[in-house]
């Protein structure tokens, strides 16, 4: 095993889009920043230097972090924010993990332009795939776009208690691709060679859409999402929620020409009417043997915007393909929790004045999360510090639950939410299910939930209510995909599973970044074990205090 190392400096800097310049928050002067890659068994050094005028923290999206919660990264979670000017080093040994990951800052919106790849290679190298060794593998990282400065655009929602403008486009590894205005030389170009096969991994960065992916011409065959083997899934379009990642084949066997890739946004409803579709980013596949041609490449048909069962199809029909050794879903539980979420309403605020209806708010079982202001959860954990939490986040939702209703989730006395900084406490190595019920009282919305510190596997998954009886039928205990990201559907459910062998203070949150300021998550406080190896060291010396 080896010390992978790299430094990050955090920056504002200048870039040119749609004919504009504009300033961005970056690492490294670069959008996407710079990819890191490992082999599973490594550790993993990054010296984060913050340059930016901007409260940074930078999370490592779906590394489990074994006794090394400290490094999680998110802000007021598990650290206090690494302030202008100031620097800290992240360190974590990557275990039991391969694929695709990513980093992101987990701070205001700033992950919409700070964010890279984190490649796991397995330790013996790509010939240990367990699928073909592909000629060349290539990151697709799928961005969102703010013509404006995001940390301005979150303010002034949260100012408004509205929604927040939403981007001005979508991106493939940074780029807006051509369909934009003023935006033809700046469209990402993937080269390649007729009968090679190429292994495409495909993060979706955007910060509050799904994403459709499709390649005109080709199909895919996915072999992991998430970091973790799937069976081999021929499909010839892909879907990402907000920080999902799919592992996907493709060979280059069309006839030699050019092709667009694109991603288009995959929302409950259709976009309002534009002037143009700027919900669809494209890049071009060039075949090296092609002959010059000023035509337009081919152009894949992407799905609707509002293509439900396509999402579904795809979601559900993955399973996932354990390495020997590897842990397999268990089977005894210890916490059962019935979880709801969406969107409801908080009280508008005196200093809100166009606030009239409520403000908007979100919650997991009435309780819309509030970040705490002086110390971070990990830290009160740690040192015992009281008034920073409670330990009362509810198993089940306050009220009784509608199943009687088959149809959707639509109780009224779901919406309104008090606020609260409450975790739920797990002993060490329990096992903890949990039912997720997507509400719909505030119109239908996915959420994509996504947890720290741990992979979970996904049991089933279905629309309307949840229904115990009929739903623990279709529980796939053999083979089930694991994830660290969910999307649940619009109005629909999930039944997750995950042993809790992590001590420290673990998130769990929709990862459409505008729900996150709203209250739409909570944490979980795991127990040390019994054992030096099952206990949280203590924080590293530069950790960064309020
Ligand atoms: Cu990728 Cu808590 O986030």
């Known amino acids: 095993a080896a010390v992978v190392e790299h430094t990050f400096r955090v920056g504002n800097v200048r870039v040119r889009r749609q004919c504009k310049n504009r300033v961005i928050t970056a690492v490294n002067g670069q959008l996407p920043g710079p990819t890191i890659y490992a082999h599973e068994g490594d550790t993993v050094i990054v010296h984060v230097i913050n340059e930016s005028p901007y409260d940074m923290s930078i999370h490592w999206h779906g590394i489990l972090q074994l006794l090394t919660a400290w490094a999680d990264g998110p802000n007021m979670i598990t650290q206090c924010p690494i302030r202008p000017g100031k620097s800290y080093t992240y360190k974590f040994n990557i275990i039991g993990q391969e694929g695709t990951l990513w980093w992101h800052a987990h701070v205001s919106s700033l992950r919409a332009t700070v964010h890279g790849a984190l490649i796991i290679?397995?330790?013996?190298g790509p010939k240990a795939y367990p699928f073909p060794q592909p000629y060349k593998e290539v990151p697709i990282?799928?961005?969102?776009w703010w013509n404006a400065n995001v940390v301005q655009v979150e303010n002034k929602a949260l100012a408004t208690g509205l929604q927040p403008n939403k981007s001005d486009a979508f991106t493939i590894n940074g780029r807006l691709g051509d369909l934009y205005r003023c935006s033809d030389k700046h469209t990402y170009k993937l080269d390649v060679e007729y009968g090679k096969t190429y292994l495409l991994r495909i993060?979706?960065?955007a910060v509050n859409n799904q994403l459709?992916?499709?390649m005109a011409g080709h199909s895919f065959t996915v072999v992991?999402?998430?970091a973790g083997y799937t069976v081999p899934y021929p499909t010839d379009v892909l879907v990402l929620a907000p920080g999902q990642t799919v592992d996907a084949l493709v060979v280059a066997n069309a006839p030699p020409s050019r092709y667009y890739m694109a991603a288009r946004a995959y929302i409950s409803s259709p976009p309002p009417l534009q002037p143009f579709d700027d919900t669809t980013t494209t890049g071009i596949v060039r075949y090296k043997s092609a002959m010059p041609s000023s035509a337009r490449p081919a152009m894949p048909l992407m799905p609707d915007y509002t293509d439900t069962p396509t999402a579904h199809?795809?979601?559900?029909?993955l399973t996932g393909l354990l390495k020997p050794g590897w842990p397999t879903v268990p089977l005894h539980v210890d916490e059962h929790m019935f979880v709801t979420f969406g969107l409801g309403t908080v009280p508008c605020r005196r200093d809100q004045p166009r606030?009239?209806?409520?403000?908007?708010?979100?919650s997991m079982n009435n309780v819309s999360f509030e970040f705490p202001t002086q110390t971070s959860l990990l830290e009160a954990h740690f040192k015992g510090v009281k008034g920073i939490y409670t330990r009362d986040f509810p198993d089940r939702p306050p009220l009784v639950f509608d199943f009687t209703n088959k149809n959707l989730s639509t109780n009224r006395a779901l919406m309104f939410t008090s606020k609260g900084t409450k975790l739920k406490k797990v002993k060490y190595n329990a096992t903890v299910e949990i039912v997720l019920q997507n509400t719909a009282i505030i119109g239908t919305e996915n959420h994509p939930l996504h947890l720290h510190g741990f992979n979970f596997f996904v049991l089933a998954q279905g629309f309307g209510n949840f229904d115990w009886e009929t739903a623990v039928q279709s529980y796939n205990l053999v083979h089930p995909q694991m994830r660290n990201t969910i999307a649940v559907p619009t109005g629909g459910w999930a039944v997750i599973r995950f042993v809790a062998n992590n001590p420290g203070i673990w998130f769990m949150h929709c990862h459409l970044d505008v729900h996150l300021p709203w209250g739409l998550g909570m944490a979980f406080e795991v127990e040390n074990g019994p054992t030096p190896d099952s206990t949280l060291p203590p924080p590293p010396p530069d950790f960064p205090q309020c």
């Open 141 to 144: 990282l799928l961005g969102e």
């Open 224 to 226: 992991a999402v998430d």
């Open 203 to 205: 993060i979706n960065a």
């Open 121 to 124: 290679l397995p330790r013996e």
């Open 313 to 317: 199809q795809f979601y559900t029909s």
């Open 355 to 362: 606030c009239t209806q409520g403000a908007l708010a979100a």
């Open 212 to 214: 459709f992916f499709k």
